[in-house]
């Protein structure tokens, strides 16, 4: 399968846990390259749930190696607990089959603090992050006053420069009227954690570099989505890191042209969690999904936005992405939908534009173009094969798929493994 990136073409929770679960098969190695638990990825397989935070969905398939690169922000405490919690259902977690790059980011109780207190803050304007400290996080490090991995495998040190770290973030979370944190709580949990990644901690570039040469096939599995990313979102209503393609090649260290193709991931419609503009938003969509029991947060529980398939966006994810083939999820969320709408303009002051302005408060004021579709109004959860599929459900699947610009490869009707139709 060579080397492919993963990525969602919308605003992330595009299902893309299930495609790479899927992919996995085919691959060597799964890398994760951006983003921190922020993310969580919902993978059912043998009746059994796992949603996975920051480890790679190929931690369930037996030999495969699981990469978390350098451009991923880690919380120590939290990834033992994810470790902990896999090995009691029975899966096993090893330095054999996942490995910790050493510059990996560290993320620690007073980031999430300052991203709590800055919400807080913004009032009305808050960006509705998951609280993860991830903001923080990759803030320190672009900043150059980060922690990273290697730096907690060196107590002294580390304790050392925490000292210092905590000091700041103290001063900055009292002037903000929060509680400070903890030096000696912080420093013991961060080392007892440290303590058990120790064996898991390598120069994972070097890793994945080796393996390029020895022909290995690894699958870069993004986090979030394109319209998160923090240079191609939806500014300042993202998360902090690269989803975009690009970001699985500085954020592991494969260099780009080792990387062979984009799989774009999205949804028959399109949500979003979190606060932001969101074009084709619909109350009347948004109630059918919630009812149905579909479409709240794998991370943080929340009811997710949700709204009509948005061509436009997805078409420059396309570009910026680079993205050659398509898998389409949830098309059965749609089954009881008489009319659906595909939205494949926005007008602005009478304008149509073909591409999402780049500024948030024009994207607010767009206006969708909607062209309409008739519903096939049949279940296709039980469907295996592209031909067997309504025709009209075919056909909807096949204009996204040509609105957005890639070849369409998997459908997927449900959230078990074996609902995944190769087209
Ligand atoms: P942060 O990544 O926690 O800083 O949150 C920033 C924005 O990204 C918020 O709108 C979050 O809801 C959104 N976000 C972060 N991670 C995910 C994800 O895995 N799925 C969907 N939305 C996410
Ligand atoms: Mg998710």
């Given amino acids: 399968m060579a080397n492919t990136v993963l990525v969602g073409a919308q605003w992330g929770d595009e299902g893309k846990g299930k495609i790479i ?49 350098n451009g991923v922000v880690l919380d120590p405490v939290s990834l033992v607990e994810e470790i902990e919690g896999l090995r009691a259902v029975g899966i096993a977690v090893t330095p054999e089959n996942l490995i910790l790059s050493d510059c990996a980011h560290l993320v620690m109780p007073y980031h999430r603090a ?25 803030g320190d490090k672009v900043a150059r006053t980060g922690l990273r991995l290697a730096d907690l495998m060196q ?50 570039v070097l890793y994945l570099n080796k393996a390029l040469k020895a022909g290995k096939n690894m699958l870069f599995e993004g986090a979030q989505g394109t319209f998160l990313d923090i240079d191609h979102g939806t500014y300042p209503y993202v998360t902090s890191s690269n989803t975009t393609a690009g970001g699985a090649s500085t954020g592991s260290g494969v260099p780009p042209h080792r990387i062979d193709s984009v799989l774009g991931v999205m949804k028959a419609y399109t949500t979003r969690v979190g606060e932001g503009p969101f074009p084709t938003e619909n109350a009347e969509i948004a109630d059918l999904l919630h009812g149905m029991g579909r479409e709240f947060g794998a991370t943080t529980g929340r ?14 994810a396309s570009m910026v992405n680079g993205i050659d083939e398509i898998a389409i999820t949830n098309l059965d969320g749609l089954d009881t939908v008489k009319t659906i ?38 279940p296709t959860d039980q469907i295996k094969t592209f031909a067997e599929l309504p025709k009209n459900a075919q056909a909807y699947a096949l204009k996204i798929a040509e609105l957005t610009g890639g070849k369409l490869i998997i459908v997927s009707t449900g959230a078990q493994r074996d609902q995944t139709i190769l087209v």
């Fill in 114 to 138: 300052l991203d709590a207190a800055k919400e807080l803050a913004k009032g009305k304007n808050k960006i509705g992050t998951t609280g993860r400290g991830i903001g923080p996080t990759y």
């Fill in 21 to 69: 679960d899927f992919l996995t098969e085919k691959a060597d190695i799964v890398v994760r390259s951006q983003g921190g638990n922020n993310a969580g990825h919902t993978v059912l397989t043998g009746g059994q749930k796992y949603v996975l935070h920051l480890i790679p969905s190929g931690i369930l398939h037996p030999g495969k190696q699981n990469v978390i690169g």
């Fill in 303 to 316: 009811a997710r936005r949700c709204g009509w398939f948005d061509a436009v966006s997805t078409r420059y």
């Fill in 155 to 204: 107590a002294e040190l580390f304790c050392s420069k925490l000292a210092t770290r905590v000091e700041e973030a103290n001063a900055q979370l009292i002037s903000m009227g929060a509680k400070p944190v903890s030096f000696d709580e912080v420093k013991a949990s961060a080392l007892e954690a440290g303590a058990k990644l120790r064996p898991f901690v390598v120069n994972t």
């Fill in 341 to 378: 709408k595909i939205c494949v303009a926005y007008k602005l002051d009478g304008q149509e534009l073909e591409v999402p302005p780049s500024d948030f408060q024009l994207l607010t004021s767009c206006e969708p173009v909607y062209i309409e579709m008739p519903g096939w109004e049949t």
